[in-house]
């Protein structure tokens, strides 16, 4: 079955310090993966997407990076965290029912 | 780029009554309109979608409509049950596989038993 696993589900990290959170699909071949992001109470804005291995677009200039080093494995990066990168973070891709989510990271900077 | 906008941002109703979101884009080429339930706390779950080549989709206590000429879409919620509590996201793509969605901001709807 198809399947997204994302972790951690949830994170507290200080100003500065870097951040790594893994996506990884099962299931399939070559998928598209997104990186969302929700701030408390607002809608969900389309960080990057890959179509394919290292082929990564920005939608969002930030602090933020994105990398993919193999077909099912998506990685957001940051290689120092502000406040303003606090919130809910969410991998997805395109499976049989459309875009589908994985389970989130919620993170907070402190 | 494709911008959505999403009415009312809360909506507060009385168990069995009805519920109807309103979403409008705002390109043309847009042809794939999901609709997604975010309960609290949990990602976002598809919960119907629609494809332009059709004005309306039923799915149990669910429906959406689409006005393609007004570029306008709807989810309306019919006997609605505390359960159905949640954030609602509509979105728009020009690609009917779900690429590239852009999302409304979200509406947060309360039913109150």
């Known amino acids: 079955s198809q399947t997204i696993h994302q972790w951690p589900a949830t994170l507290v990290q200080p100003v500065g310090s870097p951040l790594s959170l893994e996506c990884t699909v099962e299931?399939?071949?070559?998928?598209?993966l997104y990186w969302y992001r929700q701030a408390a109470g607002r809608g969900l804005q389309l960080l990057f997407y890959?179509?394919?291995?290292?082929?990564i677009s920005s939608e969002v200039p930030q602090n933020l990076s994105a990398s993919r080093p193999q077909d099912r494995q998506f990685i957001l990066s940051s290689k120092k965290l502000l406040l303003s990168d606090s919130g809910f973070y969410l991998c997805?891709?395109?499976?049989?029912?459309?875009?589908?989510f994985g389970s989130g990271t919620r993170l907070t900077v402190v | 780029g494709e911008n959505v906008e999403q009415h009312p941002s809360t909506l507060s109703v009385q168990e069995g009554d009805s519920a109807v979101i309103k979403c409008t884009y705002s390109d043309s080429a847009s042809n794939y309109f999901p609709w997604y339930k975010q309960e609290l706390g949990k990602r976002p779950q598809l919960i119907i979608d629609?494809?332009?080549?059709?004005g309306e989709k039923k799915d149990q206590r669910i429906a959406v409509t689409l006005n393609k000429t007004a570029k306008h879409f709807s989810l309306h919620i019919t006997e609605t049950q505390p359960e159905d509590s949640a954030v609602y996201f509509c979105a728009a793509s020009i690609n009917n596989a779900g690429n590239m969605l852009t999302f409304g901001g979200g509406t947060r709807l309360m039913v109150k038993p």
């Open positions: 890959s179509v394919g291995i290292g082929q």
């Open positions: 997805a891709w395109i499976g049989i029912a459309g875009l589908s």
């Open positions: 299931g399939t071949s070559n998928p598209n």
């Open positions: 629609i494809r332009s080549n059709v």
